[in-house]
């Protein structure tokens, strides 16, 4: 006998055994709609790259069946194979009962158009500086683009790899105390063919780089205070803590890279950093500082740009 979807004893129809929803839901389009109403009953947290249940849905669904995201809309009303629902099920029950956030469950998270390895090693890419990046950092490098950059706290590697594919004629150096994040970085330097141009640095902040210079440092280092911590939604807690919390105000790997870039930097370079709600305790610590606050287009705080010539300037602030 078929169990049907429209037994009402419960919102939910994730205690369903797979084999009634495969029975009733066939399209690309009905598993949409379905996955899309179990995340907003589910009630789960999005900021990994989706903002809502749909969002999350059409992005389960795609990367479940290894579709692009513009895919032709003709697809929706394909039939699906059994294993390919039987996929999509099980990605949405483990979403929802796990809360591990969506692009761990598919192995893969996106950067500035780029795909990108991801798994529990490392924070999943989602940094406002993808804008920077797509621009080329043409607001600091006018005429010609950084030669050589450094990917500080690097993770993934994403923010070095995508600069290193937008502008092919720089290196960078991705650099993280963690070699387990590092492995990552090098899977996704393997992916992207690009090992001529990125090279992986174990380095705790700047003590391993000793001696190396760059046009550009770009650091999305752990900025997370102790209250944003203890309070986070249960998806960041897949996430390692070792990559989101920086003491009592956020702010231990900033001090650092605040006091220690200059000797890092060639005279006419450029250090950005992204501090997200930490922004608060950046200005209460450095008063006197001009940090350049930037806008983005698509959404995002707490990001601040200083020159070589102002941490100069301020080397007795950040002493």
Not at 122 to 132: G, Y
Not at 161 to 173: H, R, S, Y
Not at 241 to 258: C, Q
Request: proline share 7%; glycine share 6%; charged share 25%.
């Amino acid at each position: 006998m078929t169990t049907h979807l429209s037994d009402e004893s419960s919102p939910s129809t994730l205690s369903l055994p797979d084999t009634a929803l495969i029975s009733d839901l066939y399209t690309l389009r009905d598993y949409l709609r379905w996955v899309s109403s179990e995340f907003y009953l589910a009630g789960l947290h999005y900021g990994h790259g989706t903002q809502s249940p749909w969002d999350e849905a059409v992005a389960l669904c795609l990367g479940a069946l290894h579709l692009p995201w513009n895919v032709d809309p003709a697809v929706l009303d394909a039939r699906l194979l059994p294993v390919e629902r039987e996929r999509i099920i099980r990605l949405a029950r483990e979403r929802v009962t796990t809360r591990r956030p969506l692009p761990y469950l598919l192995g893969e998270a996106f950067f500035a158009g780029y795909p990108f390895n991801v798994d529990e090693r490392v924070l999943i890419p989602r940094s406002p500086i993808a804008e920077l990046i797509e621009d080329g950092f043409a607001a600091w490098f006018p005429e010609e683009p950084p030669a050589r950059v450094l990917d500080l706290c690097t993770g993934s590697g994403c923010i070095g790899i995508a600069t290193v594919l937008v502008l092919p004629t720089c290196e960078v150096a991705l650099a993280d105390i963690s070699q387990d994040a590092l492995a990552v970085a090098r899977q996704n330097i393997t992916r992207h063919d690009v090992g001529d141009r990125v090279r992986a640095v174990e380095s705790d902040v700047f003590n391993g780089l000793e001696g190396q210079r760059f046009d550009l440092i770009v650091s999305n280092p752990p900025y997370v205070d102790e209250r944003d911590l203890a309070t986070m939604p249960a998806e960041f807690r897949h996430e390692p803590s070792l990559a989101l919390g920086a003491g009592s105000d956020g702010l231990d790997i900033v001090r650092r890279i605040l006091r220690e870039a200059r000797e890092h930097l060639t005279s006419e370079g450029w250090l950005i950093v992204e501090v997200g709600n930490s922004d608060r305790h950046v200005e209460a610590a450095f008063p006197e500082v001009p940090f350049i606050w930037l806008e983005f287009e698509r959404g995002g705080q707490g990001v601040f740009a200083l020159s070589a010539a102002e941490l100069d300037a301020h080397a007795a602030s950040f002493a």
